[in-house]
């Protein structure tokens, strides 16, 4: 099975900071590489697909990049509703899908 | 719009079976999609549990596999999650999702769970 590692587990950032979260992959993925954003109590929501591309209705403050094993969401300046966590999640493999531990975005 | 709804029992005894449905509005379970089950402990991060698509076919966690049954009924547009032997361990919210995608310039199919039920807690206690 492919593994997904994300790094920090847990970030403290302030308002207007540039936060990048990685993801690193067992195998390679290609662009296979979704970022999703969890707020208390509430279902995942679909930030990043294919890498790089953002997924309508998501600001543009949010980007991903990479490909391969390596991949990075970045938030260009953060504001007070990014703070959640954030996870990645594989969809290269057709049989399993895997999710990175996930980041925990807190305020500093 | 699409919209995806779990329900079932809140309280689950153990060694007994969780059971879930997921009813599909707004969108027929029959398209080109397949439909997931993800859970997430208290505290804890997501796991992805199995899918089904709607010709029946099926794809489960290894770490699961042997204990999961997913079924999808077409006549009522919803799709269920059975998991047997259930510990404490299997106490989690559990999410359906839909798992759609996008092509790429090149005719790439990109998948990723572009849609999400709002999630019910399960609880495992006798």
């Known amino acids: 099975d492919i593994q997904m590692t994300q790094s920090p587990s847990s970030l403290s950032a302030s308002v207007g900071d540039r936060v990048t979260i990685t993801c690193r992959a067992s195998?390679?993925?290609?662009?296979?590489l979704n970022w999703y954003q969890q707020k208390p109590g509430k279902a995942p929501k679909l930030l990043i697909y294919?890498?790089?591309s953002l997924q309508s209705g998501v600001p543009s403050r949010f980007s991903g990049s990479g490909s391969g094993t390596d991949f990075t969401l970045t938030i260009s300046s953060l504001q007070p509703e990014d703070f959640a966590t954030y996870y990645c999640?594989?969809?290269?493999?057709?049989?399993?899908?895997?999710f990175g531990q996930g980041t925990k975005l807190e305020i500093k | 719009q699409v919209q995806l709804q779990e329900s079932g029992p809140g309280l689950v005894k153990p060694s007994g079976t969780l059971s879930l449905t997921c009813a599909v509005s707004?969108?027929?379970?029959?398209?080109?999609?397949?439909w997931s089950w993800v859970r997430q402990p208290p505290g804890k991060g997501l796991e992805w549990i199995g899918e089904?698509?709607?010709?029946?076919?099926?794809n489960y966690n290894p770490s699961l596999k042997s204990r999961v049954t997913i079924s999808v009924d077409k006549s009522k547009n919803q799709f269920s999650l059975k998991l047997s032997s259930v510990t404490a361990a299997d106490t989690a919210v559990y999410y359906c999702?839909?798992?759609?995608?996008?092509?790429?310039?090149?005719?790439?199919?990109?998948?990723?769970?572009?849609?999400w039920g709002q999630g019910t807690l399960v609880t495992v206690s006798s």
């Open positions: 999702a839909r798992e759609g995608g996008y092509y790429d310039s090149s005719g790439y199919y990109y998948p990723c769970f572009d849609y």
């Open positions: 707004g969108g027929s379970i029959s398209s080109s999609n397949w």
């Open positions: 089904i698509y709607h010709s029946g076919s099926t």
């Open positions: 195998q390679s993925i290609s662009s296979y």
């Open positions: 294919a890498a790089s």
């Open positions: 999640q594989q969809s290269y493999s057709t049989l399993v899908d895997t």
